[in-house]
């Protein structure tokens, strides 16, 4: 007998009309197609639709491929958030191209590296970043084409360093430049680098069909809506801004760029282009809360922010409400297009006590729709730890939502898909609910007479102490205890708070083997997307 399977394969092939790659170019093809006169993109005084957002991509397009530019080539972009940067996240893949956004706060031998690893043919760059960027092109082996972007938003110095400028390179472009979708949505599509504070960058290889599925996942775990109004304050060269740079199109919104996270500029944008979503790190809600009330407007209407990294305090998510924001938290990494995880919040937990909320927001959640596997296993043994709230695991995903691997780099490739998981590198539970609560990251583990302790539980009790804006807890070597937690705080404006105080009420709210011995009051290192630099805490922890 004929089996189920060959009964309907006979005839039914994949053809053109009932077969196509995924790409998240037919977002932007749509949007213009549907609403050609709508305002696409907003940047200082400049107001640009849908119908012109999609021939200055394809111009773009054009005249890579009029430079040989094609399948697998890679494309730099040192740009902040700007139109041209959206601009190439549609222009470069329509040729089959990678982009790799660069990341504007790097320094120059990272940059080269990046540029060498990539094999980067061309590079566009903002006309601030140039300086850097010259340094950077000098240590390099690889000799890109270069493009000056000149922004009229910008002001101050730097020296074009290209062979052309951005505009003039348009010009040579087709704005019905004939784009196809990628030959196989396994295809690369972007090239985003890790942060390396431990060596060299690891380059995270990503797929249109990622991008495609990510952010469509976006719309539902933002619930965008249709026509959101999106203020970009997350970098677009942070895992490709989230994938919004494509999910905003999908659903036929506003981009408004900025080039800078200042109170004052997100506050004006903010009120006045009537913003309904945007992203950003927990540093960003501290200088939203944290603004002058000369920077501060009135918002008409309730903003929604997106967040990522360590849950927001209650305290702080309380402020955010007072102050017109909605907060959905969600988890992610770079190989997984960013986010990939949200909290996805039940209504009847609302009549919960304050407490129990609070408890229930701390948890990372659940997986984006898009995300086919999500788990906490014991990564010895690959099995699920028991979804008890206590038994603590490695948090790993699997599905269309994760990345290629890296690039040149099988070793860690095969050691990150171990089993048949992507292996996060994150410590969490499991709740009976199937909620999922990160604990720490495996290398931020402190191990302290034999007993595990949560860094993030710690971070957790010092940001409960009002006077407390930031919070980090990292591993001191201890001869008699092997190694001992050790807390650094930014504090909030004027607020006074000794370190002996603060360590009593760490004492107040957690064992006492879990409460740090000390507690530094200083500014605390962060990445230019705003995550607290635990590496070079180990290194002040160790002078201590």
């Given at each position: 007998m004929?089996?189920?399977?060959?009964?309907?394969?006979?005839?039914?092939?994949?053809?053109?009309?009932?077969?196509?790659?995924?790409?998240?170019?037919?977002?932007?093809?749509?949007?213009?197609?549907?609403?050609?006169?709508?305002?696409?993109?907003?940047?200082?005084?400049?107001?640009r639709?849908?119908?012109e957002?999609?021939?200055?991509?394809?111009?773009?397009?054009?005249?890579?491929?009029?430079?040989?530019?094609?399948?697998?080539?890679?494309?730099?972009?040192?740009?902040p958030?700007?139109?041209?940067?959206?601009?190439?996240?549609?222009?470069?893949?329509?040729?089959?191209?990678?982009?790799?956004?660069?990341?504007?706060?790097l320094?120059?031998?990272?940059?080269?590296?990046?540029?060498?690893?990539?094999?980067?043919k061309?590079?566009?760059?903002?006309?601030?970043s140039?300086?850097?960027?010259?340094?950077?092109?000098?240590?390099?082996?690889?000799?890109?084409?270069?493009?000056?972007?000149?922004?009229?938003?910008?002001?101050?110095?730097?020296?074009?360093?290209?062979?052309?400028?951005?505009?003039a390179?348009?010009?040579?472009?087709?704005?019905?430049?004939a784009?196809?979708?990628?030959?196989?949505?396994?295809?690369a599509?972007?090239?985003?680098?890790?942060?390396?504070?431990?060596?060299?960058?690891?380059g995270?290889?990503?797929?249109?069909?990622?991008?495609?599925?990510?952010?469509?996942?976006?719309?539902?775990?933002?619930d965008?809506?249709?026509?959101?109004?999106y203020?970009?304050?997350?970098?677009?060269?942070?895992?490709?801004?989230?994938?919004?740079?494509?999910?905003?199109?999908?659903?036929?919104?506003?981009?408004?760029?900025?080039?800078?996270?200042?109170?004052?500029?997100?506050?004006?944008?903010?009120?006045?282009?009537?913003?309904?979503h945007?992203?950003?790190?927990p540093?960003?809600?501290?200088?939203?809360?944290?603004?002058?009330?000369?920077d501060?407007?009135?918002?008409?209407?309730?903003?929604?922010?997106?967040?990522?990294?360590?849950?927001?305090?209650?305290?702080?998510?309380a402020a955010?409400?007072?102050?017109?924001f909605?907060?959905?938290?969600?988890?992610?990494?770079?190989?997984?297009?960013?986010?990939?995880?949200?909290?996805?919040?039940?209504?009847?937990?609302?009549?919960?006590?304050?407490?129990?909320?609070?408890?229930?927001?701390?948890?990372?959640?659940?997986?984006?729709?898009?995300?086919?596997?999500?788990?906490?296993?014991?990564?010895?043994?690959?099995?699920?730890?028991?979804?008890?709230?206590?038994?603590?695991?490695?948090?790993?995903?699997?599905?269309?939502?994760?990345?290629?691997?890296?690039l040149?780099?099988?070793k860690?490739?095969?050691?990150?898909?171990?089993?048949?998981?992507?292996?996060?590198?994150?410590?969490?539970?499991?709740?009976?609910?199937?909620?999922?609560?990160?604990?720490?990251?495996?290398?931020?583990?402190?191990?302290?007479?034999?007993?595990?302790?949560?860094?993030?539980?710690?971070?957790?009790?010092?940001?409960?102490?009002?006077?407390?804006?930031?919070?980090?807890?990292?591993?001191?070597?201890?001869?008699?205890?092997?190694?001992?937690?050790?807390?650094f705080?930014?504090?909030?404006?004027?607020?006074?708070?000794?370190?002996?105080?603060?360590?009593?009420?760490?004492?107040?709210?957690?064992?006492?083997?879990?409460?740090?011995?000390?507690?530094?009051?200083?500014?605390?290192?962060?990445?230019?997307?705003?995550?607290?630099?635990?590496?070079?805490?180990?290194?002040?922890?160790?002078?201590?």
């Open positions: 004929e089996g189920l399977d060959a009964l309907y394969d006979r005839h039914l092939d994949r053809n053109a009309a009932n077969y196509q790659q995924l790409t998240p170019i037919w977002f932007l093809a749509r949007a213009a197609g549907t609403f050609p006169a709508r305002t696409a993109i907003i940047h200082g005084s400049l107001r639709n849908y119908a957002f999609f021939a200055r991509s394809r111009r773009l397009a054009s005249a890579l491929a009029g430079r040989g530019i094609g399948r697998g080539d890679t494309v730099a972009v040192m740009l958030n700007i139109p041209e940067m959206l601009e190439c996240h549609y222009g470069v893949p329509m040729t089959g191209a990678v982009l790799n956004a660069l990341n504007t706060r320094d120059a031998r990272v940059l080269a590296f990046s540029l060498d690893h990539g094999e980067a061309v590079l566009i760059v903002d006309r601030e140039a300086p850097l960027m010259q340094e950077a092109l000098a240590l390099a082996t690889v000799k890109p084409f270069v493009i000056d972007v000149d922004d009229p938003e910008y002001a101050g110095p730097g020296e074009a360093i290209g062979e052309i400028g951005y505009e390179f348009l010009a040579g472009g087709d704005p019905d430049f784009w196809e979708a990628p030959l196989d949505e396994w295809d599509i972007a090239l985003n680098y890790t942060s390396g504070t431990t060596g060299d960058p690891k995270v290889v990503t797929h249109h069909r990622g991008a495609y599925l990510s952010a469509l996942a976006d719309v539902m775990a933002g965008l809506g249709r026509g959101p109004i203020l970009w304050t997350l970098p677009m060269f942070h895992c490709n801004g989230w994938s919004f740079p494509w999910t905003i199109s999908a659903v036929n919104g506003t981009h408004v760029c900025l080039r800078q996270v200042r109170a004052g500029a997100i506050f004006q944008a903010l009120a006045e282009h009537g913003v309904t945007m992203c950003g790190a540093i960003v809600m501290s200088t939203l809360l944290g603004a002058k009330p000369e501060k407007r009135d918002l008409p209407q309730r903003v929604s922010f997106i967040t990522a990294a360590a849950p927001p305090p209650e305290s702080v998510l955010m409400g007072r102050a017109g909605d907060v959905t938290h969600v988890y992610g990494l770079t190989e997984t297009y960013g986010p990939s995880v949200v909290n996805e919040w039940d209504q009847a937990w609302d009549a919960l006590p304050g407490d129990e909320q609070a408890a229930k927001k701390a948890r990372q959640g659940v997986r984006y729709i898009a995300l086919e596997g999500l788990d906490v296993f014991d990564p010895e043994t690959m099995e699920p730890v028991p979804a008890d709230g206590e038994t603590m695991g490695e948090v790993m995903m699997r599905g269309n939502m994760v990345m290629k691997g890296y040149k780099n099988p860690a490739t095969d050691a990150a898909f171990a089993g048949g998981w992507f292996h996060s590198g994150d410590l969490g539970v499991k709740h009976p609910d199937g909620f999922i609560q990160l604990k720490d990251r495996s290398k931020d583990i402190i191990i302290s007479g034999g007993e595990n302790i949560s860094s993030i539980e710690v971070e957790e009790a010092l940001y409960r102490h009002p006077a407390v804006a930031a919070a980090a807890v990292v591993a001191k070597p201890d001869e008699k205890w092997g190694e001992t937690p050790v807390g705080v930014e504090l909030k404006g004027s607020e006074m708070v000794s370190s002996e105080e603060l360590v009593a009420w760490c004492r107040q709210h957690l064992a006492h083997f879990k409460a740090p011995k000390q507690v530094v009051v200083t500014e605390l290192p962060k990445t230019s997307t705003g995550k607290i630099q635990k590496f070079r805490l180990r290194e002040m922890a160790k002078a201590l």
